[in-house]
């Protein structure tokens, strides 16, 4: 149990797409899910890792156009707000200095 309550909460929605059936038959997917959430379960930074999920379901998705996945969609889904929130601030402060 991690001491964050969205970090938490990012673990569970990892956990459900990992013992999802489908994503079971993609190696290469789980492999990274799994490292995701060994991650989140280290640093307890939602943050740095839910961009990183976004990321990989983003790709994910692509990979399996043909035949979609909905675990992958809906953990997509569930870590857009965060990703843009995180890549919003990195560009403010990358941003921020050339500017002022």
């Given amino acids: 149990m991690l001491k964050d309550p969205k970090a938490e909460h ?53 990979k399996h156009m043909q035949q979609p996945i909905q675990a992958i969609n809906t953990l997509y889904s569930q870590t857009t707000r965060t990703s843009e929130y995180y890549w919003g601030i990195a560009a403010a402060t990358i941003l921020g200095g050339t500017i002022w």
Avoid: F, G
Avoid at 19 to 25: L, R
């Fill in 10 to 62: 990012l673990l569970q929605q990892i956990s459900v797409a990992y013992d999802d059936p489908e994503v079971a038959k993609d190696q290469e997917l789980e492999t990274h899910l799994l490292h995701c959430a060994q991650e989140l379960a280290k640093y307890e930074n939602c943050l740095l890792t839910a961009p990183r999920v976004n990321a990989l379901m983003l790709d994910a998705t692509r």
